[in-house]
T-cell receptor, first 109, second 114 residues
């Protein structure tokens, strides 16, 4: 079965602390993995995708096929990073996205 | 460049009624996907339309149906509404070509079924 698991509903850190948002997936083929972010009162938007191997707003994510994980990391959290983060995968030709249940990141001053 | 728009913003319906939600895709996009997001959950894929035909469907009953028009805008229709259909409905547009491209989401339509 295709599934994305985000084990933490809420992650609270202080400004300047490292952040790691966990994402594990279940998929029998070779999926494409994404992180989407939703800031307060804004629409869902793509943060990064594993095939581009970019660092966006200081965030990175490495696909670990052995552990079937795609954790999102940032070395120093900023208050403006506070948002809802969703991990998602796309695996078949229809390009549908399968989302996790999301993790709310709260960065305290 | 015009982003994805959805209408209406909010909607209240009674159980058993029918509802139509609308989505205008972003300029240059030819594919529209619909998602249902229940409170506290991530979006769930309903179906996708490409070239005016359904191109993949999630685990939703047939009373969820859709259309895509020649200008790539789309409608989501839900018949015989149930209380559990209360959710935020998201539309996402993208360009389908040789490879997949980013899906751009609209602001959503909040449907409440009483």
């Amino acid at each position: 079965a295709q599934r994305v698991t985000q084990p933490e509903k809420l992650l609270s850190v202080f400004k300047g602390a490292p952040v790691e948002l966990k994402c594990n997936y279940s998929y029998s083929g070779s999926p494409e993995l994404f992180w989407y972010v939703q800031y307060s009162r804004q629409r869902l938007q793509l943060l990064l995708r594993h095939i581009s191997r970019e660092s966006i707003k200081g965030f990175t994510a490495d696909l670990n096929k052995g552990e079937t994980s795609f954790h999102l990391k940032k070395p120093f959290a900023q208050e403006e990073d506070s948002a809802m983060y969703y991990c998602a995968l796309s695996g078949d030709s229809s390009y549908k996205l399968i989302f996790g249940s999301g993790t709310r990141l709260l960065v305290r001053p | 460049e015009t982003g994805v728009t959805q209408s209406p913003t909010h909607l209240i319906k009674t159980r058993g009624q029918q509802v139509t939600l609308r989505c205008s895709s972003q300029s240059g996009h030819n594919t529209v996907s619909w998602y249902q997001q229940a409170l506290g959950q991530g979006p769930q894929f309903i179906f996708q339309y490409y070239r005016e035909e359904e191109n993949g469907r999630g685990n939703f009953p047939p009373r969820f149906s859709g259309l895509q028009f020649p200008n790539y805008s789309s409608e989501l229709n839900v018949n015989a509404l149930e209380l559990d259909d209360s959710a935020l409905y998201l539309c996402a547009s993208s360009y389908t070509g040789i490879k997949s491209y980013e899906q751009y989401f609209g602001p959503g339509t909040r449907l409440t079924v009483t």
